[in-house]
């Protein structure tokens, strides 16, 4: 499989395996600055940079906006990152100036005079969204924006999206969903056609379902942090998953490699996909970015197809409206 691809109809390259930056300075739910670091943080970064991932997702409510603080001074350091992250509609915002607003202060976080992908973080707004494509695309022109991108979006959104930026000249580069062997809607509810027919990338957020897709975690051996009052890491969770966790075991042996690198191979199976899996640690990205140099027989795939076939509607990790 190609190690790179570019963003949509854009100019940007990166690399097919990102790194997710939400647990960068989240205390409450990732419990940032005690279960992990920024030294362990900085680590992650060294560690993908060196594995040619470039791509780093962030948000400006990641930590309060603590993530693009601690992500700028690292990809103003590092030539070559491409640098994400999104603007939150939230219900007090209800004035197309309010997406400005939100990028200058994103800027300001970051430290950068321009944020390579912008993407809107969820389709629910009081600004319209043909008001929302608007200033996405005053922003492209003035140059604090290189590309446009959508999250959360369902296939209907992200073509009307497509179209009115299309009107106004901007290609719309992606569709950030959550997509992983526990939650396939995408390939259900119209997200992946739709990406593939536009040109899109489409950006899978929580490749590894959270963690849940390593086979660090089962019954008697729970994560330390907000995960941990999660669904999807409670009993029926840990249930409905340990059947596919027990497929990946078996296929990694095969390829001697970890799970993880299987879950992720699986979805880069598809030539416009970039998986963005979030790393806390060094090893964890070192991990995440060997997925590259797996490549998954036919067999394996029809194992995996088969014993997650059911995540692919309205199982319990597999929610059709997300994307």
Known sequence: MSDTCRLG???????????????WGDTKYWKYGRVHKREDVEGAFAAARDADCNLFDSAEIYGRGESERILGPLARASRGTVVATKYWPSPRRFRSTSVDDAIDRSLARLGLDAIDLYQIHWPMSLIPHRRLAEALARAVRDRRV?????SNFTARAMRRMHARLADL??????????????????????VLKACQELNVTLLAYSPLAQGMLTGNYHFNSRPGDGRRWSPRFRDK??????????????????HDCYPAQVALAWL????????????????????????LDITLTPEDERELEVRTEKFKYGALLARPFMG
């Open 169 to 190: 000249g901007v290609p719309l580069a992606s569709n950030q969903v959550e997509y992983s062997l526990l939650r396939r809607a995408p390939e259900t509810n119209g």
């Open 146 to 150: 290189r590309a446009v991108g959508v």
């Open 9 to 23: 109809a854009t100019g940007i390259t990166v690399g097919r395996v990102g790194v997710g930056t939400w647990q």
């Open 268 to 291: 880069l199976r598809h030539p416009g996909v970039v998986v963005i899996p979030g790393a806390k640690y060094a090893e964890q990205a070192r991990t995440n970015a060997g997925a």
């Open 237 to 254: 969770g840990y249930e409905a998953a340990a059947p596919v966790v027990d497929t990946l075991t078996k296929v990694a042996e095969r």
